[in-house]
């Protein structure tokens, strides 16, 4: 597979603004960098979805729950409030 690939897309105006103005600000070198790091931050909240799917299901899967005024009411006897 190759280091990179030309891939063209269609932005909105606002985004191409938005991505542009990062490259004058200085915050990236330019578009292809900009672009990178919005994929990046898009595949962190992908991996942060799949860890939060697999503790629900492994909550799930870990028997009934109890009732929270069950558990509020051990907590302030062990803690005293």
């Known amino acids: 597979?190759?280091?990179?690939?030309t891939v063209t897309i269609e932005l909105t105006p606002e985004t191409a603004a938005r991505l542009n103005a990062?490259?004058?600000?200085?915050?990236y070198p330019d578009l292809a960098q900009a672009v990178s790091a919005v994929v990046n931050v898009w595949d962190d909240q992908e991996?942060?979805?799949t860890d939060l799917r697999s503790l629900l299901e492994?909550?799930?899967?870990?028997?009934?729950g109890e009732p929270a005024?069950?558990?509020?009411?051990?907590?302030?006897?062990?803690?005293?409030k």
Request: overall charge positive.
């Open 58 to 64: 492994a909550g799930m899967a870990s028997g009934p």
């Open 22 to 27: 990062a490259v004058a600000e200085g915050l």
């Open 47 to 49: 991996q942060a979805r």
């Open 1 to 5: 597979m190759p280091l990179s690939q």
């Open 69 to 80: 005024e069950q558990v509020f009411k051990r907590l302030r006897q062990r803690y005293g």
